[in-house]
């Protein structure tokens, strides 16, 4: 079956670093999705990976491993604004989200 | 730009009664449209989607239905709510061209079924 692995809960430090990590075992790869979602809202587009590598942007960076199955969200210069759930989604072979349950992120002062 | 909405924001609804929630694109034309239910604890569930006027997939069997009557028009009915059907419901579109498959989301509708 496919499956898509990430922590449940993780509590940070505002101005810290912290890194999501994000597994996943799918019929075939499309790329990978992060999305952030606060409570209660829907959830807005963060990142998209398909090539291996670190992808940039601001304060947020995404990492891909395709041979490990293996992506992480890196979020810099935390900001109490940051405490949301982050969803790690991956395009399979038909070009189908497969969903993680997310990552319930907190930050505290 | 484009936009997305959907209605209600929430909805408390006996067992057994209908269900209607409906969801409009603005600003795009023949988008790919989504319904998906969010239960706690797990990931997004795809419930239908659409490629096009009248055209509907379904991904799970159950008592829900969707339909597509116009090009940026997406509706989720039931004809009886179940408990199980309680739940977090999301509308979203893509662009039918788009290399990525990038989702933007509705606000979402919270419904209760008592």
């Known amino acids: 079956g496919q499956n898509i692995d990430q922590p449940t809960e993780m509590t940070a430090t505002e101005g810290a670093i912290v890194q999501i990590n994000c597994t996943y075992q799918t019929s075939g790869f499309n790329g990978l999705f992060w999305y952030q979602q606060h409570a209660g809202e829907a959830p807005t587009f963060l990142s998209y990976?398909?090539l291996d590598g670190l992808e940039e942007k601001g304060r947020f960076s995404s990492f891909l491993s395709r041979s490990k199955g293996y992506s992480y969200l890196l979020l810099k210069e935390l900001q109490m604004k940051d405490s949301a759930s982050y969803l790690c989604?991956?395009?399979?072979?038909?070009?189908?989200?497969?969903w993680g349950a997310g990552t319930k992120l907190i930050i505290k002062p | 730009s484009q936009t997305i909405h959907q209605w209600p924001a929430t909805l408390v609804q006996p067992v057994g009664s209908p269900l209607s929630l409906e969801c409009t694109v603005e600003g795009t034309s023949n988008p790919n449209l989504y319904w998906y239910r969010q239960a706690a604890g797990r990931g997004l569930q795809l419930l239908f989607y659409?490629?096009?006027?009248?055209?509907i997939s379904s991904e799970v069997p159950q008592n829900l239905s969707a339909s597509r009557p116009q090009d940026r028009q997406f509706i989720l009915s039931s004809k009886k709510l179940l408990l199980s059907d309680s739940g977090f419901y999301l509308c979203?579109?893509?662009?039918?061209?788009?290399?990525?498959?990038?989702?933007?989301f509705g606000e979402g509708s919270r419904l209760t079924v008592l």
């Open positions: 659409s490629v096009g006027i009248g055209q």
């Open positions: 990976n398909v």
């Open positions: 989604a991956v395009m399979d072979s038909n070009y189908q989200l497969i």
């Open positions: 979203a579109w893509s662009r039918a061209d788009s290399n990525t498959g990038e989702l933007f």
